[in-house]
């Protein structure tokens, strides 16, 4: 700041007086844009306004009683005030400093969503405020998707350290079923018209685009032929099985059909019961659209009763009994957890467990049955009870 300002100040505080030269002091702060000085201005006006210390020497509380809720008031005020000068600029993250402290995440949303990075925006920072921090998760994933790809976009989602809300993960998986759907169709595409002379129709299609590009066309697929990364392709697919019923379902069904004409040496070993990689997630599939539901169960109780045949452990048994969940068949899902999951309580399941899948269908006798043959008394004698409690309401 201008030299001149310091003696300005010391003048405007002798000639006219404390609030004057605080008054002063905010307007000259504002003008050389310094918002974060103008924020402590503000709050120093404020202090002498309550006839305290000017310098700030402890925490607000302990300030005199009667001057707590005017204080507070005063860094609210003095918060928003610069936080939307620094939006007005378009300075999100410096903004969102102030507005994170108040608790007030609305305005930078806005900013966020009206927001159309150009060259040379630090886009990483947006992404950071939007989707890390949960601002506007949508539109971070939409630039971590446009900026950074689908390598980034799937890494993104899969982090375990963010937690957003269900709806706005499946906006997410949406998208990034969408965005490698659009690019395997468009690399199908352009493969054909380099072969044919032309663009095929079928790349236009309204619905089934990929499998309408690979009907019939073995040669996309020969010495070893692949047309996107294979890596994304099984990440993607298997993440989409998170989806509730929605069209993404069905692309992602077209993803498994590609992925089953690939070479051997692009499916990989996996463990039971997706051994078979896009064979055993189509089916997944196909149960959640309803349009193989009876097949797709019993394709992965298959699985279930080959893996238990040959001594393989309870992932199969868990795959199933959270498919039979999201059908809303729990009798089903505790059949099985009966059956291949007793002795897996304790373990960390993904899926429930026996005591509380019993508890769910409210059928206390197989839990009691179940903890007997584990030798657990306490779960024995619960089930007991639950069960004695269910007769007793009839």
């Given at each position: 700041?201008d ?5 300005e100040?010391e003048?405007?505080l002798?000639?006219d007086?404390?609030e ?9 702060l ?9 924020f402590?201005a503000?709050?120093?006006q404020?202090?002498h306004?309550?006839?305290v ?7 607000s509380?302990?300030l005199p009683?009667?001057?707590?809720a005017?204080y ?5 005020h ?5 936080g939307?000068l620094?939006l007005?600029?378009g ?16 305005p ?10 150009v060259?040379?925006?630090d886009?990483q ?8 921090e949960?601002?506007h998760?949508?539109k971070?994933?939409?630039w971590?998707?446009e900026r ?6 799937i890494?993104?989602l ?8 269900a ?5 997410c998986?949406?998208?990034l079923?969408?965005a490698l759907?659009s ?10 018209e ?6 095929p129709?079928?790349a236009?299609a309204?619905e089934g685009?990929?499998?309408?590009l690979i009907?019939g066309?073995?040669?996309l697929?020969e ?22 019923p929605c069209?993404?379902?069905h ?6 059909a590609?992925?089953k ?10 463990e039971p019961?997706?051994e ?5 997630y189509?089916?997944?599939l196909?149960?959640?659209?309803g ?8 394709y ?8 238990a045949?040959e001594?393989?452990g309870?992932?199969?048994a ?5 498919l039979l969940?999201?059908l809303?068949r729990?009798k089903e899902a505790?059949?099985v ?5 007793v002795n897996a309580?304790?373990q ?6 026996v005591?509380?899948l ?5 059928d206390y ?7 007997r043959?584990k030798?657990?008394?306490v ?13 007793s309401?009839?």
């Amino acid at each position: 700041m201008d030299p001149a300002v310091f003696d300005e100040l010391e003048h405007t505080l002798t000639a006219d007086g404390p609030e004057a030269a605080c008054r002063r002091l905010c307007d000259r702060l504002r003008e050389e844009k310094d918002y974060h000085a103008l924020f402590y201005a503000l709050l120093m006006q404020k202090r002498h306004e309550l006839g305290v210390s000017p310098v700030p020497t402890g925490p607000s509380k302990d300030l005199p009683e009667s001057a707590h809720a005017p204080y507070e008031d005063a860094i609210r005020h003095a918060g928003r005030l610069v936080g939307g000068l620094y939006l007005e600029e378009g300075r999100l993250p410096e903004a969102w400093w102030y507005f994170r402290m108040l608790g007030e995440p609305g305005p930078v949303k806005a900013a966020l969503e009206a927001r159309q990075p150009v060259e040379g925006d630090d886009v990483q920072s947006l992404v950071q405020i939007a989707f890390y921090e949960g601002v506007h998760p949508r539109k971070g994933f939409d630039w971590v998707l446009e900026r950074f790809g689908i390598c980034s976009a799937i890494t993104t989602l899969g982090g375990q350290e963010v937690r957003h809300a269900a709806e706005d993960r499946q906006y997410c998986l949406q998208r990034l079923v969408q965005a490698l759907y659009s690019e395997l169709r468009e690399r199908l595409a352009a493969e054909i018209e380099r072969r044919d002379g032309k663009r095929p129709p079928e790349a236009d299609a309204a619905e089934g685009a990929v499998l309408k590009l690979i009907e019939g066309r073995d040669w996309l697929f020969e010495d070893d032929g692949y047309h996107i990364d294979t890596s994304h392709l099984s990440s993607v697919v298997q993440m989409s099985v998170d989806l509730p019923p929605c069209k993404e379902l069905h692309l992602a069904r077209e993803l498994c059909a590609y992925g089953k004409r690939l070479s051997g040496r692009f499916r990989g070993r996996n463990e039971p019961p997706f051994e078979d990689l896009y064979e055993a997630y189509d089916k997944y599939l196909g149960v959640l659209t309803g349009e193989d539901v009876e097949g797709g169960v019993a394709y992965y109780r298959e699985q279930v009763e080959k893996n238990a045949a040959e001594g393989g452990g309870t992932f199969p048994a868990e795959v199933l009994v959270n498919l039979l969940l999201r059908l809303e068949r729990p009798k089903e899902a505790l059949a099985v957890a009966r059956k291949h999951l007793v002795n897996a309580d304790g373990q960390r399941l993904t899926c429930p467990g026996v005591a509380e899948l019993a508890q769910q269908v409210g059928d206390y006798r197989t839990l009691a049955e179940a903890a007997r043959e584990k030798g657990d008394a306490v779960h024995f004698l619960a089930g007991l009870l639950g069960a004695r409690g269910k007769q007793s309401e009839r």
